[in-house]
């Protein structure tokens, strides 16, 4: 069992940066992880993934403006946000899952055991 905690959330105007950290309680290398968000009114929506192997994963409309990765030595998960829009605010979840799976379900909500309690991203 994996305890995730998020953290980097906040406000910021359109075309600002954000960068969100997901500390883990253990070594994030043995863990597929991604970064989920849920806006008001909507369903929870992947939004990028990296496999143990650090293979990076986004959704179309983050894509070329977000960047997930992850620190083995700090036991964390990163998401760096840039040219932030409206559209992207959200309360950003962490995932996790140590289990094999299929790529195609990376950004599957259902392929994540684990979860933080989330961070809210207001972008204006």
């Known amino acids: 069992h994996v305890q995730l905690v998020e953290s980097g959330g906040g406000s910021v105007q359109a075309g600002g940066s954000l960068r969100l950290a997901c500390e883990a309680s253990?070594?994030?290398?043995?863990?597929?992880m991604a970064w989920f968000r849920q806006a008001p009114g909507k369903e929870r929506e992947g939004v990028a993934a990296?496999?143990?192997?650090?293979?990076?994963t986004y959704t179309y409309s983050v894509m070329d403006r977000f960047t997930i990765s992850k620190d083995s030595a700090k036991n964390t998960l990163f998401l760096q946000m840039t040219s932030l829009k409206p559209e992207d605010t959200a309360v950003y979840y962490c995932a996790a899952d140590s289990s094999v799976s299929s790529w195609l379900l990376a950004l599957s909500r259902s392929r994540y055991k684990y979860w933080g309690q989330g961070t809210q991203v207001t972008v204006s």
């Open positions: 253990d070594n994030v290398s043995k863990y597929s």
């Open positions: 990296i496999d143990k192997a650090g293979s990076p």
